[in-house]
């Protein structure tokens, strides 16, 4: 069984700051792969970042990066450079790898608000 | 744009009715999975279909069944509606070769009354 924690109900961050969401696992399967969505208010989950159990490099794309710390289980989402428009919630999810035909066990998601 | 469609956008039914969900994978992915988001939680996985056969499920119970269709669209059918069925449902696709995402669409959100 997999298990996704995020200890963060809400977050704040001002405008053009950083700010870590995160997020710890707990799996028995030995390759697995770690995402964080993004979901707006109109519920729509949107794909930011996946990073593969055996990647010897953490993820990034664009202003987003993962911090994946294996031995601590731990896979934190890095936000550069706020903006307003990244207020939404923020799920973790895993899933034990081949990840495209196996489900995806999320956490309880962090709600974060950018204020101007 | 993650190329998922699902409809209706909204759906509002009564205790014991029985309700149909649509779902339109991303062109070229073969695998469905179909996911249930109460109010304030994260989702949780309803069921899988790969090629049109059913791939793995979550613990719900077989009042939540499902298909696949020969071009990969799916469906989601729950019988006997309960008001713990009020949820955000979520269809996302993926490719079995495709070694990153789960790609969603953006739901279809069901009141039961």
């Known amino acids: 069984a997999q298990k996704i924690t995020q200890t963060q109900p809400g977050m704040f961050v001002q405008e053009k700051e950083a700010v870590t969401l995160d997020c710890t696992y707990d799996?028995?399967?030995?390759?697995?792969?770690l995402f964080w969505y993004k979901q707006p208010s109109s519920g729509e989950m949107i794909f930011l970042i996946y990073?593969?159990?055996?990647?010897?490099q953490n993820a990034t794309e664009g202003r987003y990066s993962l911090n994946f710390q294996k031995a601590r289980k731990s896979a934190n989402l890095v936000i550069s450079a706020s903006q307003l428009g990244d207020s939404a919630m923020y799920f973790c999810a895993m899933s034990p790898r081949p990840t495209g035909r196996r489900a995806l066990t999320f956490g309880s998601g962090t709600r974060l608000q950018v204020q101007p | 744009e993650t190329g998922v469609t699902q409809s209706p956008t909204h759906l509002i039914k009564t205790r014991g009715q029985q309700v149909t969900l649509r779902c339109s994978s991303q062109s070229g992915h073969n695998t469905v999975s179909w996911y249930q988001q109460a109010l304030g939680q994260g989702p949780q996985f309803i069921f899988q279909?790969?090629?049109?056969?059913?791939?793995g499920r979550g613990n719900f119970p077989p009042r939540f069944s499902g298909l696949q269709f020969p071009n990969y669209s799916s469906e989601l059918n729950v019988n006997a509606l309960e008001l713990d069925d009020s949820a955000l449902y979520l269809c996302a696709s993926s490719s079995d070769y495709q070694e990153d995402t789960q790609y969603f669409g953006p739901g279809t959100r069901l009141t039961v009354l």
């Open positions: 799996t028995s399967d030995p390759s697995y792969g």
């Open positions: 279909y790969y090629r049109e056969e059913e791939n």
């Open positions: 990073q593969g159990s055996y990647d010897q």
